[in-house]
């Protein structure tokens, strides 16, 4: 059966789900899906007053959905620490981790709490470490997943290896395609481990495409007004992009859909992967470079004192 808007999605009955970026575009259409199809659904962001509008938000579509809101601040280690000891203390059980929530293109130079740049430490370090810490609970899931949110711009991503936190100079755009090249490798370098190590958890990974969400203004206006790249690109989105709701079905596709391949990549079949149906995507050379996802990943160690390794 070809995997559509207007099909449901496979039962997700007894599966329990974390949706990162929950309570707005992308995160919230996709909760609001699983939810939907039977999933007990924790929808997970760092604003409550914005979580609880998701949660009603999903009720009033699912009035029997179980969805409840999780405190959770992904540029701060300590919020992660946090949140990753309550689920385990609720549900020592995870079914399904979706690594969705960012922030894209803010214009000048900031930090996370820990002192990370904003853009590598919220959109990868922080789901690192988030992944790391729930890895147990991972493990004594049902067919579990984690599905890394990628994106078109991990194609002219290069991680910098010598200055990843953009101290000796800071470019928007540049710090956004690395953020999301080193989600891919995550995804990509996660399989790799969870086969070697028999994990048991499946790493995927997805895109959107060019779906209109809160990011696009959001992100490009902190500390500063949105650039004229940003403006031509909201002139251009009605021609080119999809909505939320269908830029997360890719995203849906990689957390459910039964014949997933383990350690693959998906987005939108339509023109230059913008808009359409979910298909297999295409991997950067740079995303593929095994060594240089193993130097990610014990840099990523390092930064945020998560190993997942020693997490089970």
């Given at each position: 059966m070809a995997f559509r808007r207007d099909v449901p999605l496979?039962?997700?009955?007894?599966r329990v789900a974390i949706v990162t970026g929950g309570t707005g575009g992308l995160g919230l259409e996709t909760a609001k899906v699983l939810a939907g199809a039977g999933a007990e659904v924790i929808v997970a962001g760092r604003n409550a007053g914005k979580g609880q509008q998701a949660v009603a938000e999903i009720r009033q579509k699912?009035?029997?959905?179980?969805?409840r809101f999780g405190l959770l601040d992904l540029a701060s280690l300590d919020s992660i620490r946090s949140f990753a000891t309550s689920i385990m203390?609720?549900?020592?059980?995870?079914?399904?981790?979706?690594?969705?929530?960012?922030?894209m293109a803010v214009p000048a130079r900031h930090e996370t709490r820990d002192g990370f740049e904003l853009q590598f430490g919220t959109n990868y370090l922080?789901?690192?470490?988030?992944?790391?810490?729930?890895?147990p609970a991972?493990?004594?899931?049902?067919a579990s997943r984690v599905v890394n949110l990628a994106s078109l711009a991990h194609l002219r991503g290069r991680i910098d290896f010598a200055d990843p936190q953009?101290?000796?100079?800071?470019?928007?755009?540049?710090?956004?395609?690395?953020?999301?090249?080193?989600?891919?490798?995550f995804g990509l370098e996660f399989?790799?481990?969870?086969?070697?190590?028999?994990?048991?958890?499946?790493?995927?990974?997805?895109?959107p495409g060019w779906a209109m969400t809160d990011i696009?203004?959001?992100?490009?206006?902190?500390?500063?007004?949105?650039?004229?790249?940003?403006?031509?690109?909201?002139l251009l989105f009605p021609l080119f992009g999809q909505s939320a709701a269908a830029g997360a079905w890719p995203i849906l596709f990689a957390a459910t859909a039964p014949k997933i391949q383990a350690g693959g990549y998906y987005g939108p079949d339509g023109f230059y992967e913008l808009k359409g149906r979910p298909k297999a995507s295409r991997i950067a050379p740079q995303a593929r470079n095994v060594d240089a996802a193993a130097r990610l990943w014990d840099l990523s160690v390092d930064l945020t004192g998560v190993d997942p390794t020693r997490a089970i």
């Open positions: 496979p039962s997700q009955q007894g699912h009035p029997a959905a179980k969805v203390s609720t549900h020592p059980a995870l079914d399904l981790l979706i690594n969705n929530a960012g922030v922080g789901h690192f470490a988030l992944t790391g810490l729930l890895l991972l493990r004594r899931g049902k953009a101290r000796r100079g800071y470019n928007a755009w540049k710090a956004y395609c690395q953020s999301k090249l080193a989600m891919l490798m399989q790799r481990r969870s086969a070697a190590l028999g994990w048991g958890v499946t790493g995927v990974s997805a895109h696009f203004k959001n992100g490009p206006t902190i500390g500063g007004g949105m650039g004229m790249k940003e403006r031509l690109g909201l």
